[in-house]
């Protein structure tokens, strides 16, 4: 009978690939080596973000999000540099964000945000984060968190998907961390399948969906994000929350910049 037992084993690592049988989850912390960082390319990504709810069905909650990316000089070292801006109809909801990570791995090494007037600044290394005691106006000063182990910035998700070796099948647990929130924890993104995806520009690109679900104060929630095969962009997301739906979508190349209409 044993050897029946073996013979089946073999039978179905031949029919299902050894790969396939055995594929565990890459495990993703700055130091692993899994984000390619030519991947991320520089320059201006705009964002249509709408909320909207199933029983509300003559409402939506528009707002519009501007992610700058660029590489700079921070203390003699290239960095990405990530600026955004958040509008809404309400100018007291208006936030901007600064985050400041390495170049060739992405560790963070700064993450600022004003919110309502109110700023927070952090120094971020692979032990800790701390309160930024040189800016000025900062709230979180006297913030501090040891880590136990490297992490990336939640905050850039989006930078983060468009670096990893996206593939059929492929499971990747991440170590993020939301600056000034709950300790850093591993998170589980699935590739759950390919989709191609129709844009406002009329093109047809074929995309990696890329999965993750949890839950939050005791309600369920899934994300998914579209991100192009070819062009490693995250083009559209999904994000599903207590009966409420939100949605992000990436805008063409040909809308204006605001900022630069404002100098």
């Known amino acids: 009978m044993q050897w029946m037992l073996i013979a089946f084993l073999l039978l179905v690592l031949q029919l299902t690939g050894v790969k396939t049988l055995f594929a565990q989850a890459d495990t993703v912390y700055p130091g692993s080596r899994h ?5 991320l390319k520089p320059g201006l990504k705009q964002y249509l973000v709408y909320h909207q709810w199933p029983q509300y069905n003559k409402l939506l909650l528009l ?14 070292a290239e960095v990405f540099a990530v600026r955004e801006h958040w509008y809404t109809a309400d100018t007291t909801a208006y936030r901007t964000f600064v985050s400041f ?10 993450h600022e945000a004003i919110n309502n007037g109110k700023m927070a600044a952090y120094n971020w290394s692979n032990t800790d984060i701390k309160g930024s005691d040189t800016v000025n106006g900062n709230t979180k000063k006297d913030f ?10 939640w905050h850039l998700d989006i930078e983060t998907f468009e670096m990893l070796p996206l593939a059929t099948g492929k499971t990747f647990v991440i170590n993020f961390y939301d600056a000034g929130f709950d300790p850093p924890k591993f998170v589980t993104y699935k590739v759950t399948g390919s989709e191609t995806v129709h844009t406002l ?8 969906m890329l999965t993750t679900s949890g839950s ?4 369920s929630y899934t994300q998914t994000f579209w991100i192009s095969k070819k062009e490693h962009e995250l083009l559209k997301e999904e994000d599903v929350f207590d009966g409420r739906f939100r949605y992000k979508i990436k805008l063409p190349g040909l809308t204006p910049d605001i900022l630069q209409r404002q100098r």
């Open 35 to 39: 984000l390619n960082t030519r991947y």
């Open 63 to 76: 707002e519009y999000w501007m992610r700058d990316v660029s590489i700079e000089k921070k203390d003699g």
């Open 101 to 110: 990570a390495g170049e060739k791995d992405f560790v963070p090494l700064y």
């Open 144 to 153: 501090y968190l040891a880590f136990d182990r490297p992490n990336f910035n």
């Open 201 to 208: 520009d009329n093109r047809e690109v074929t995309c990696w």
């Open 216 to 219: 939050h104060k005791g309600k």
